[in-house]
T-cell receptor, first 116, second 110 residues
Framework: DQQVKQNSPSLSVQEGRISILNCDYT??????FLWYKKYPAEGPTFLIS?????DKNEDGRFTVFLNKSAKHLSLHIVPSQPGDSAVYFC???????????????FGQGTTLQVKP | KAGVTQTPRYLIKTRGQQVTLSCSPI?????VSWYQQTPGQGLQFLFE???????NKGNFPGRFSGRQFSNSRSEMNVSTLELGDSALYLC?????????FGPGTRLTVL
């Protein structure tokens, strides 16, 4: 039961253009969402997050959009740079009675290639 | 602050053996989570420890266990290793809903 899905295994964009990575989720109990970037044989690096009470969060070149009614979130990278080439994971945190805990449900990842 | 550290970085074991992995969270973080990453299954949640208590558990067999010490350092143990346990094991510490990951321990089971 894949509760968090990234349906595009890979994405290729030209340097300077926009990269849009998508993520869908099925569980309405998720209330916090995060994006991570990962290189092979390394741990994921936190990029940006968004709470379910917001629909947009921006940090430099990275913007995350959340559409709760569609259970969909996306990460926009503008402008894309060759150094952005990596695997991107979206993750969701389930709500609990004690607040969010240290449990994340990850999507399968999207490999982004930014061509010079 | 220093980041999350994991030791060892690489391990080679044979089937049937057991293994213990160690994780030191970011100073001040009390929550430590463990994940397994494999090519086929992606990143899967193993368990979370908070203040020395297991707070969440994923869908892994009982061969996978963990513990947390009073200084928040955590260990993960896998007994009776199987070939399918070969994976990158990641530890993360949590603060304000955001998890910060260590570099991982690459376990190879032969």
């Amino acid at each position: 039961d894949q509760q968090v899905k990234q349906n595009s295994p890979s994405l290729s964009v030209q340097e300077g253009r926009i990269s849009i990575l998508n993520c869908d989720y099925t569980n309405s109990m998720f209330d916090y969402f995060l994006w991570y970037k990962k290189y092979p044989a390394e741990g994921p690096t936190f990029l940006i997050s968004i709470s379910s009470i917001k629909d947009k969060n921006e940090d430099g070149r990275f913007t995350v959009f959340l559409n709760k009614s569609a259970k969909h979130l996306s990460l926009h990278i503008v402008p894309s740079q060759p150094g952005d080439s990596a695997v991107y994971f979206c993750a969701a945190s389930p709500k609990s009675f004690s607040g969010n805990t240290g449990k994340l449900i990850f999507g399968q990842g999207t490999t982004l290639q930014v061509k010079p | 602050k220093a980041g999350v550290t994991q030791t060892p970085r690489y391990l080679i074991k044979t089937r049937g053996q057991q293994v213990t992995l160690s994780c030191s969270p970011i100073s001040g973080h009390r929550s430590v989570s463990w994940y397994q990453q494999t090519p086929g299954q992606g990143l899967q949640f193993l368990f979370e420890y908070f203040s020395e208590t297991q707070r969440n558990k994923g869908n892994f067999p009982g061969r996978f266990s963990g513990r947390q010490f009073s200084n928040s350092r955590s260990e993960m143990n896998v007994s009776t290793l199987e070939l399918g346990d070969s994976a990158l094991y990641l530890c993360a510490s949590t603060e304000y809903n955001e998890q910060f990951f260590g570099p991982g321990t690459r376990l190879t089971v032969l």
